[in-house]
């Protein structure tokens, strides 16, 4: 579960400073999937990032799973960083290492155990499994983007945070990855939050949340 109390984010525009989330509010129950809309500039990946505890809010609350992390000190951000998953628009794999690598990489960073048949059920389901050995500059987007969620999923999260993931993909695929991400998540119970840029995808989210100038309307 992910609740917010009176959100305030600010960032200095010229002289003064900006409110870029203003006094935003909201819970997401329990594994509950939400889509983040609203137009360029209204606040998206900033809300995104201070739930991913990248950003600091000003004021308010923001807790995830019983958790106040707006308290939280650089060590203890670290730490909740790693447990949960986030989903970039450019993939974001380390390019020095096979797709069975970079999908297990942070998992065995945690001090998960990940067995060769948990890897390649995971694999098989999101399509991937003949590119375990392949680099990722060897895949195609929409493979490139099955390996971010893989990464994501295996950590075993509470939370995935997707930034735009088909934002680089065509309709077709986006449409694919939006389906894989979302039956996963159902399956695991993990809470999604996806910004996205598309009216088409946002409705097959239970719940959009959208943002215009920095405050939330359900
Ligand atoms: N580092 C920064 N310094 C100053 N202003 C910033 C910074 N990052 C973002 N902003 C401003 O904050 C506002 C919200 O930006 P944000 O990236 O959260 O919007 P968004 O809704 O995700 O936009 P888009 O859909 O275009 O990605 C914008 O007006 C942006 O210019």
């Not at 992910?2 to 002289?15: E, H, T, Y």
């Not at 137009?39 to 106040?68: C, H, Q, R, Y």
């Not at 380390?94 to 797709?99: G, Q, S, T, Y």
């Amino acid at each position: 579960m992910i609740q917010l109390k009176n959100v305030v984010f600010s960032r200095a525009d010229g002289a003064v400073q900006r409110r870029i989330i203003n006094n935003v509010s909201v819970t997401i129950e329990g594994a509950q999937q939400v889509a983040l809309v609203g137009d360029s500039g209204s606040g998206k990946t900033t809300l995104l990032n201070l739930l991913a505890g990248l950003l600091m809010p000003d004021s308010g609350e923001i807790k995830v799973n019983g958790t106040v992390i707006s308290g939280f000190d650089d060590n203890q951000l670290a730490l909740y960083r790693r447990k949960i998953g986030v989903i970039f628009q450019h993939y974001q794999l380390l390019e020095a290492l096979n797709v069975a690598d970079n999908i297990t990489f942070q998992a065995r960073l945690n001090g998960l155990e990940v067995s060769q048949q948990t890897l390649s059920t995971l694999a098989q389901r999101l399509g991937i499994a003949h590119k375990l050995t392949a680099l990722p500059c060897e895949l195609s987007g929409g493979e490139q983007q099955r390996v971010g969620i893989a990464r994501a999923i295996i950590n075993q999260p509470k939370v995935i945070l997707a930034d735009e993931p088909t934002g680089n993909l065509d309709s077709e695929r986006s449409q694919e990855v939006l389906e894989l991400l979302q039956s996963l998540c159902k399956e695991h119970q993990i809470n999604l939050v996806m910004v996205t840029h598309s009216e088409k995808l946002a409705v097959q989210f239970e719940r959009q949340l959208r943002l215009k100038n920095g405050q939330l309307h359900d």
